[in-house]
């Protein structure tokens, strides 16, 4: 089994940053990928990135390319995501999630870890 704790969610003002750290443990060796993803009210979870472990190929949505930027740190089984250029509408619950099998990286399907989420608040 793998275990993720998530940390760094909070309030922030639009055009803030934040930065998002999963943390690892167990059998983080049967690690393939990472990813992020996020929750709003009301609707459905969605993709945000993900990286590979050995290459750290990056993934992103469509909606945060070019603001979001995920990395990682293998020695530390840790994930983070950088957030910039934040909007109202980046308001959400973001979960990490570990891949150990093959897939596609853009379902929540693929992930067979979760995390507890953090909350990302982004408001005036």
């Known amino acids: 089994q793998v275990q993720l704790v998530e940390s760094g969610g909070g309030l922030v003002q639009p055009g803030g940053s934040l930065r998002l750290t999963c943390a690892a443990s167990?059998?983080?060796?049967?690690?393939?990928?990472m990813g992020w993803f996020r929750q709003a009210p009301g609707k459905e979870r969605e993709f945000v990135a993900a990286?590979?472990?050995?290459?750290?190929?990056?993934y992103y949505a469509d909606s945060v390319r070019g603001r979001f930027t995920i990395s990682r740190d293998n020695a530390k089984n840790t994930v983070y995501l950088q957030m910039n250029n934040l909007k109202p509408e980046d308001t959400a619950v973001y979960s990490c999630?570990?891949?150990?099998?093959?897939?596609?990286?853009?379902?929540?399907?693929?992930?067979?870890?979760w995390g507890q989420g953090t909350q990302v608040t982004v408001s005036s």
């Open positions: 167990g059998r983080t060796f049967s690690i393939i990928a």
């Open positions: 990286i590979t472990r050995s290459a750290g190929v990056t």
């Open positions: 999630a570990a891949k150990r099998y093959s897939g596609t990286y853009y379902q929540s399907a693929s992930y067979d870890s």
